[in-house]
């Protein structure tokens, strides 16, 4: 089963940053899930899922978030569901950390050589190839990366469904996570915020979408 | 024109780290046009697109690419498509960027005073609300994060079209880099390499995927 190139491009022009949603409308509890189980499925460097999605449909939770999210402040009232998606730092994801162990015996089934033998991959990688222990900020950023690219298929998702979406960077990141701590009990040592993203049903058409020519934005080496 | 969500989930199951591909076997034109432009089409923060793909298809520049690429030993040689993604440094992404102000001017069509409004907001969000401009790698990986909702789009088009893929973070960054400068007169002030990402058919079939549950990444806030 495939999906034709035409209904796929058609889902990719219909996607925008929506701005403003139809607040009375709401998306099933099946799109969602779908929406939902195609972040789950996304791939990651290493099969290591550095993502959590906090799905906020309280209302004064969400509040509480656009206080500080000067990009959001239509959406996230508006917008039929709201997720935060956090990445994981350091604590989780070095090549020594309990939960990347955890990850590989339990997750994904692996007898103890092969952890073993990963795990030996994985720090020359951290350590040598990407540098990612230079900071603690390089491997929460390497673990944000991976974030987008469930984030990036979820809005796709909701796009071949027919439902609109906004990605949200802008926040005060510090505040955001001073908010996570405090009233969303979330462990900041472990989890710290990627980005947020909304979903639900425009309600006015989008800017016509600009884009860099395909000429300006690739190269063949033939 | 919506899709099913059952052909949305069984391309996402579909797709899975293919490690080698089937070398007599080619993409179409259409099916990898169709790949490209689902990254041209993908969103980026402030809608900067800071991204540059480098298709190569030449053996002998692949090669230069896997000696110092580990994770793309198999996949780089027998893919039918190899792209290069790049991403925009700090000389292009900085708030007062040549670059930043003729993609707003040239591409977004926005005039003066927009252009000004939207430096002002996105000085901002670099200095203090993300706090990018703390490092050049800190800015660079912001930019890296982009090009991940396009990798996230082109291997899920792929998948769509029955085509498989695999993403590669598994090389030396530096030693790539200069190959990159030196092989394929890429500008490394401008660019850095954020990842590879190859297309092709499978030649055997792929293990079963692993993933935790939705419930041990999810949390729901009613």
Known sequence: MTISRDDILEAYRFRHACKEFDSSRKVSDEDFETIMESARLSPSSFGFEPWYFLLVQDGGLREKLRE???GGQK??????????ILARREFC????????????????????????????????????DFKLLESERSLFDWACKQTYIALGNMMTTAAMLGIDSCPIEGFERDRVEEVLARDFGIDTDRFGISCMVTFGFRIREGREKTRQTMEEITRWYR
Chains 1, 2 share one sequence.
């Open 68 to 70: 500080f999210s000067w």
């Open 75 to 84: 959406q996230i009232p508006t917008a039929s569901h709201l997720v935060v």
């Open 93 to 128: 994801m070095r090549y020594d950390s309990d939960y990347v162990e955890g990850l590989m015996r339990n997750v994904q089934k692996l007898p103890d050589a092969a952890i073993e033998k990963k795990i030996a991959v994985y720090r020359k990688f951290q350590e040598s």
